[in-house]
């Protein structure tokens, strides 16, 4: 069974402070983690994949296979950056079922 | 390109009734998949399909069914509906089964009274 934990529903930070939100998960192979973002009235959309090892929006995770974590930082936080966070999780095995987490909200308070 | 698109917006049913939700995926795109996303939580994977098969199936009773069709559009059909249906359909689509970016759609509401 796979399962993906976001332990906190909503996280306020400063504008200028850092970001980070949690995420851990359970799958027994070698799992694909996302970070998907939803902003107000728009779609669920893709933020960045643990294989792209890229920094998108000055957002960055790390894949942390010991502690089973993948969590979400950007060192200084902006306004445009409060929105819905979902971790998800793809595992092994080719099709695209995707479990994802129940998401937090980022409030990025002026 | 529009992107995914989904129809309808909004639907209101009452408890027994059946439903027929629908999905065009981006242009080229051949992989679609289904998600319920019930108020406060993610969105929940229903099926998945690539090339008219369906190629994952989520925790979800056979009220739930689905199909592809030649041009890759899709359908999610929910029979005897419960209040519990209630929730937010999202379809995505994505180039091939695996390994590929999905891209959302905006979902139907569907309220069941």
């Known amino acids: 069974a796979q399962r993906v934990t976001q332990p906190e529903k909503l996280l306020s930070v400063f504008k200028g402070a850092p970001v980070e939100l949690k995420c851990n998960y359970s799958?027994?192979?070698?799992?694909?983690l996302f970070w998907y973002v939803q902003y107000s009235r728009q779609r669920l959309q893709l933020l960045l994949r643990?294989?792209s090892r890229e920094s998108i929006k000055g957002f960055t995770a790390d894949l942390n296979k010991g502690e089973t974590s993948f969590h979400l930082k950007k060192p200084f936080a902006q306004e445009e950056d409060s929105a819905m966070y979902y971790c998800?999780?793809?595992?092994?095995?080719?099709?695209?079922?995707?479990?994802f987490g129940t998401g937090t909200k980022l409030q990025v308070i002026p | 390109d529009a992107g995914v698109t989904q129809s309808p917006t909004h639907l209101i049913k009452t408890r027994g009734q059946h439903v027929t939700l629908r999905c065009s995926p981006i242009?080229?795109?051949?992989?679609v998949s289904w998600y319920q996303q019930v108020l406060g939580q993610g969105p929940q994977f229903i099926f998945q399909?690539?090339?008219?098969?369906?190629?994952g199936r989520g925790n979800f009773p056979d009220r739930f069914s689905a199909r592809q069709f030649p041009n890759y559009s899709s359908e999610l059909n929910v029979n005897a509906l419960l209040l519990g249906d209630s929730a937010l359909y999202l379809c995505?689509?994505?180039?091939?089964?695996?390994?590929?970016?999905?891209?959302f759609g905006p979902g139907t509401r569907l309220t069941v009274l």
């Open positions: 995505a689509s994505s180039l091939r089964q695996g390994g590929n970016e999905q891209f």
């Open positions: 799958y027994s192979g070698s799992p694909e």
């Open positions: 643990h294989i």
């Open positions: 998800a999780l793809r595992g092994s095995g080719g099709y695209q079922k995707v479990t």
């Open positions: 242009s080229g795109h051949k992989s």
């Open positions: 399909y690539y090339e008219k098969e369906e190629r």
